[in-house]
């Protein structure tokens, strides 16, 4: 292990991850979620921007490639460990203190619905410091505040170089926003995700 990751990860407990991306965002997710590996204790949550009236098939495509149980985020739903969520389109995805999901249809944030901001914001405010937040490619400014959120909670942050990314300006408006634990390209971001678990012990 790098000594900048074994540093991130000293004294933490991680409880849950979020992952958000734009444009390329699937490529990059395509990349990153085969490091899972089977029987992973974490719950992964990610979420793309997605046009709101077109049904999400994320959930579907990515089932098919990974070796945990893959589904979309339901209303009400209790979040559950070892499995991968997939923000729907159309609503804000939200979590709530009791862990479990909720739905809404407020107006769009940075153009978007489902938002980053809105998931990771939640997120923090249910996990606090037991969170790790992973932002990824993407062309727009959502979820840098989601980002620095998950930050002042105590939370892991975690973000592409934006070197590394398809679309830079995602990552960078987060590094612009406030300092992120780690800046990693997606392989190593990738090898980070089995680390996660570990805290778990």
Same mark, same amino acid.
């Given at each position: 292990?790098?000594?900048? @990751? ?39 949550? %990610? ?5 709101? !009236?077109?049904? /999400? ?9 990974l070796p945990l149980p893959v ?7 209790? @979040? ?24 809404? %249809? ?5 153009f978007a619905r489902p938002s @980053? ?43 592409? !170089?934006?070197? !590394? ?7 960078? /408006?987060?590094? !612009? ?25």
């Amino acid at each position: 292990m790098s000594t900048d @990751i074994q540093a991130a990860l000293a004294g933490r407990r991680v409880e849950a991850v979020v992952i958000g991306a734009s444009a390329g965002g699937v490529e990059a997710l395509g990349t990153l979620l085969p490091s899972l590996p089977a029987g992973y204790g974490l719950p992964v949550v %990610c979420i793309l921007h997605l046009p709101g !009236d077109r049904e /999400s098939r994320l959930a579907e495509l990515f089932g098919e490639r990974l070796p945990l149980p893959v589904k979309e985020a339901e209303d009400k739903e209790v @979040i559950e460990p070892g499995t991968v969520y997939f923000a729907g389109a159309g609503y804000h995805l939200s979590v709530e203190k009791d862990f479990t999901f909720s739905l809404s %249809c407020e107006p769009p944030v940075h153009f978007a619905r489902p938002s @980053i901001d809105v998931l990771m914001a939640s997120s923090a405010d249910a996990y606090g410091a037991g969170l790790v937040g992973i932002l990824l490619t993407g062309a727009n400014h959502d979820g840098a505040e989601g980002m620095a959120r998950i930050h002042a909670s105590g939370g892991l942050t975690v973000v592409q !170089d934006p070197a !590394d990314a398809q679309v830079a300006t995602m990552p960078k /408006s987060a590094i !612009d926003r406030f300092s992120p634990h780690l800046i990693l390209p997606l392989a190593r971001i990738g090898a980070l995700l089995p680390m996660l678990e570990t805290t778990l012990s």
